[in-house]
């Protein structure tokens, strides 16, 4: 079968009408290795929609160009893809390049996480999925972006706003056979930021620092005081967090805030006995064995353990 063959206009022209609107501006960007040439070009939707050029689009990709799409829209008028030129924040995205069944599965298991709009197959086991969102700041994209590739496991370098990905439909020539790139819709959804439940990657404990002007810190910090002081004296965790979920009902998910407020005091104190990661991990498994699917709990266990290293590296070196 040839390459040309294989490409399937179809599905890149309804992935780009689900992703954009009518008169927005794009970039495309035509990336090859051999030799290695980058070419972009910033067109309106309904060009890159056009008959002509979306066979143009998949002459270049049979011919051993790799297609990808900016997440985003530019303003209109850009010439360039830079931070500064897009137009609004459309797309959250997750790279899994590793392990990607599992982190995939893991994912799909959890409450924290609106389910995605799109999920894109790179190739076997990679994948990258994308949420279609709407009233979010770049700030609050960026951050979360980071968020999302810690707690799952994805490319932590995937996170910028001018970000661009694989556009299904085409070829992924980084493989020899080529592959299609293909995609799937689980949710029609627009998720807002609040519908994201997934932690803050700087998390309040590791702000605390000198008292507020009224000598009072806030509830969240007093909880964890009250938590750390709890666990060093022997307290039962499991117990912590019931009583801790209850104190704090005006939380919007005070399980999801108490379980993991216990669960990063305890890596916290653990790394200062001098236990090692690959302990703490284990450890913080087998205390949520019961609570969350087994992906979703290894991938957890390691998120908050190194979220604790990190609350620890920052205090030495502040």
């Known amino acids: 079968m040839s390459h040309r063959s294989q490409i399937d206009i179809r599905i890149a022209t309804d992935f780009l009408s689900r992703s954009f609107a009518t008169s927005e501006t794009i970039a495309i960007v035509l990336r090859r290795t051999s030799p290695i040439t980058i070419a972009q070009r910033i067109v309106t939707l309904e060009r890159a929609l056009q008959p002509r050029y979306l066979d143009w689009l998949a002459h270049e990709n049979a011919t051993g160009a790799n297609v990808y799409i900016a997440a985003n829209p530019l303003a ?95 070829l992924n020539q980084k493989y020899a056979p080529a592959l299609v790139v293909t995609v799937e819709y689980p949710s029609e959804s627009t998720p807002h930021f609040e519908d994201f439940q997934v932690p803050n990657p700087v998390p309040f404990w590791d702000r605390i620092g000198p008292l507020k002007p009224n000598g009072k810190h806030s509830h969240s910090e007093q909880d964890w005081a009250w938590i750390i002081g709890q666990l060093a004296s022997g307290k039962d965790p499991l117990r912590l967090t019931r009583t801790l979920a209850e104190r704090r009902s005006d939380k919007p998910n005070p399980a999801y805030y108490a379980q993991r ?33 087994d992906k979703l709990c290894t991938a957890r266990a390691h998120e908050i353990a190194y979220t604790a290293q990190r609350m620890i590296a920052r205090k030495r070196f502040a």
């Open 261 to 293: 407020t216990v669960d990063v005091a305890s890596a916290w104190l653990w790394l200062r006995e001098g236990f090692a990661i690959a302990d703490i991990v284990t450890m913080l498994q087998v205390r949520r064995r019961f609570q969350f699917p």
């Open 76 to 170: 209109s008028g850009s010439r360039k893809r830079t931070k500064e030129c897009i137009a609004e924040v459309r797309h959250l995205y997750l790279d899994l390049d590793t392990d990607g069944e599992s982190k995939l599965v893991a994912l799909r298991s959890s409450n924290t996480v609106p389910i995605p709009t799109a999920i894109v197959s790179t190739s076997a086991g990679k994948y990258q999925v994308l949420w279609r969102v709407q009233s979010f700041r770049f700030e609050q994209q960026e951050t979360l972006l980071k968020v999302l590739a810690l707690t799952f496991g994805g490319d932590p370098a995937c996170t910028d706003c001018n970000r661009v990905l694989r556009l299904p439909g085409f």
